[in-house]
């Protein structure tokens, strides 16, 4: 069974960099050349997708934060990872990773997500 | 980006009824859509791809119809597990995928 496990820091201080990674479990992350995403969701409120990208690499994000984010891949891990620079408060949320099947795929697996503070 | 707005915010029934959401997109999709549930502190579950098609394991109380740019989500026969909140999810272009706001359905 597929399982995707977020890790990183709960805390961050404004204008600073978040670094958040994917743990993939149960299966290769370069096999079947899947997608895998980041999506958010504040407090509250509802879900915004941020980025995606190929499991041979290929990142595309959200061009609300494109300027901000960066992605990649380490296949010798199972792993993905998220950076975000420049960080405010509005960047509070639970932030989860997730597997999509083609570029046109739903978001079919999902990991338990975390939440990352953004506060001083 | 392609806006999607579900209706109503929020839905009140009780065990045993049958009820809709509904998501409009902004411009067409086709039948680019998918919905998700979510339970309280929990990670979105899919429930339905291509506006209509359901996922394995999901109950067929569970069904997803429309294409263009309205859809909607029925559950029929109301369980105690289904109160949660709902979302759509446009993916007809990945510049950007979005969401709808969410509905969520509470007991009355």
């Known amino acids: 069974q597929l399982q995707l496990q977020e890790s990183g820091p709960g805390l961050v201080k404004p204008s600073e960099t978040l670094s958040l990674i994917c743990t993939v479990s149960?299966?290769?992350?370069?096999?079947?050349?899947?997608?895998w995403g980041w999506i958010r969701q504040p407090p509250g409120k509802g879900l915004e997708w941020i980025g995606s990208?190929?499991?041979?690499?290929?990142?595309f994000s959200n061009p609300s934060l494109k300027t901000r984010v960066a992605m990649s891949v380490d296949t010798s891990k199972n792993q993905f990872s998220l950076t975000l620079y420049s960080l405010t408060a509005a960047d509070t949320a639970v932030y989860y990773c997730?597997?999509?099947?083609?570029?046109?795929?739903?978001?079919?697996?999902w990991g338990l997500g975390t939440l990352v503070t953004v506060s001083s | 980006d392609i806006q999607m707005t579900q209706s109503p915010s929020t839905l009140s029934a009780s065990i045993g009824d049958r009820v809709t959401i509904t998501c409009r997109a902004s411009q067409s999709i086709g039948t680019w859509l998918a919905w998700y549930q979510q339970q309280p502190g929990k990670a979105p579950k899919l429930l339905v791809y291509?506006?209509?098609n359901l996922e394995g394991g999901v109950p067929s109380r569970f069904s997803g119809t429309g294409s263009g740019t309205e859809f909607t989500l029925t559950i029929g026969n109301l369980q105690a597990e289904d109160f949660a909140t709902y979302y759509c999810q446009q993916y007809e272009t990945y510049s950007p995928y979005t969401f709808g706001q969410g509905t969520r359905l509470e007991i009355k």
């Open positions: 997730a597997r999509h099947m083609s570029i046109r795929g739903v978001f079919d697996f």
């Open positions: 291509r506006a209509s």
């Open positions: 990208l190929y499991s041979s690499g290929s990142p």
């Open positions: 149960g299966d290769s992350i370069s096999s079947n050349n899947f997608y």
